[in-house]
Every structure is written in structure tokens, then in C-alpha cells.
């Protein structure tokens, strides 16, 4: 089982009035590809467009992006609310 398969087992009780990560309105580009290969669960993105693609539906909530970029990219990082966010199911 590769990590892939793995974190396709866990499973997300999503805020979907109150997302836990938001981007600032215009975020450092270069930072920002920084997180495009970093993010485990492969949530940034930036389109052939220019434009930024980012769910946080899908986070682990691992702090990577956190940790890495701060506030070159975040107006807000916090752990979903109560019994929010992810579920792990492996180990
Ligand atoms: Fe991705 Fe981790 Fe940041 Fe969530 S906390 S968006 S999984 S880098």
C-alpha cells in the first residue's frame, strides 16, 4: 500500500461554513510553488492560467504549508472546530 492509497482511506467531516485555511487575496507566487510540491495531499495549485487553485477540503491538517509559508501565503491556518476536519484511517 503506497501513500496514496493510504491517505485515500481517511475520511473529512468538512466545515463548509468556516474553511480552517484561508490564502490572502494576492499571495507571494513564489511561495506558493513552494507549497504546489510540498502539500501532501496535493491541494495548492496553479493553473495554466496563473490562476490558484486551493481546497481545503481535503487537508491532514499536517501544518506543512504553515510551517513553510506563513503568512507570504495565509490570512488565516487554524484546526477545524470540535470533532471537524480529517478522520485518519491508518494506523
Ligand atoms: Fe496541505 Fe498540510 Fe497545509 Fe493541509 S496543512 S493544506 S495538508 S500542507
Redesign the pocket.
Known sequence: VNVDQKLGLNKFYVDEDNAH?VLKADPDRQELQK?VL????G??KVNENGTIQ?D?A?????????VLCGSTILEK?EFPVGTLGVEFRWG
Open positions: 485555511i507549497l510540498a502539500c501532501p495531499a491541494l495548492y486551493f481545503y481535503g487537508c491532514i491538517e499536517c501544518g506543512t504549508c504553515r491556518w
